[in-house]
């Protein structure tokens, strides 16, 4: 997709602080981190939305959650916890179409998901 900003980071084309990559996966720094450890993890195919991930794509969302995995062992938070979200369309929080995982951690999280 030409003009999606997660698309542009995956080809290099927008600089990002990279956490962990493989042939299907990004893991960067959150730009506006909401916890000590924030990482979006994308997949490197476009898919705007959950709701886009069809049994075609069940591959590149695996490879989302294994880029996760990867993301919280590096960061030093796999043990101590963590929280993933998938925001989805505007009620859902969804800002940047392209399908992505928030890693948040670092912190005890606040109880409940708001
Ligand atoms: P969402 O609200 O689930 O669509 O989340 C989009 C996330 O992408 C937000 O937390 C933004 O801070 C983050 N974000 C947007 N642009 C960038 C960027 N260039 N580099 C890193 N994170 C970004
Ligand atoms: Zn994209």
Same mark, same amino acid.
């Given at each position: ?9 995956v ?14 996966? =990004?893991?960067?720094? &959150? ?5 000590? $450890?924030?990482?979006? *993890? ?5 898919? @705007?939305? =959950?709701?886009?991930? &069809? ?5 590149? $969302?695996?490879?989302? *959650? ?5 993301? @919280?062992r ?10 993933? $979200? ?25 109880d409940?998901l708001?």
């Amino acid at each position: 997709m030409d003009d999606c900003i997660f698309c542009k980071i995956v080809k290099g084309e927008i600089p990002c602080r990279k956490v962990y990559e493989d042939d299907e996966a =990004l893991a960067f720094d &959150d730009i506006h981190p909401m916890a000590p $450890v924030h990482v979006v *993890i994308v997949p490197k195919r476009h898919l @705007a939305t =959950l709701l886009e991930v &069809d049994e075609d794509a069940l591959p590149a $969302v695996a490879a989302m *959650i294994r880029a996760a995995q990867e993301a @919280a062992r590096i960061k030093g938070i796999a043990e101590r916890g963590f929280r993933t $979200v998938i925001n989805c369309n505007e009620e859902g929080g969804q800002v940047v179409f392209h399908l992505h995982m928030h890693l948040l951690g670092g912190r005890k999280l606040a109880d409940g998901l708001g």
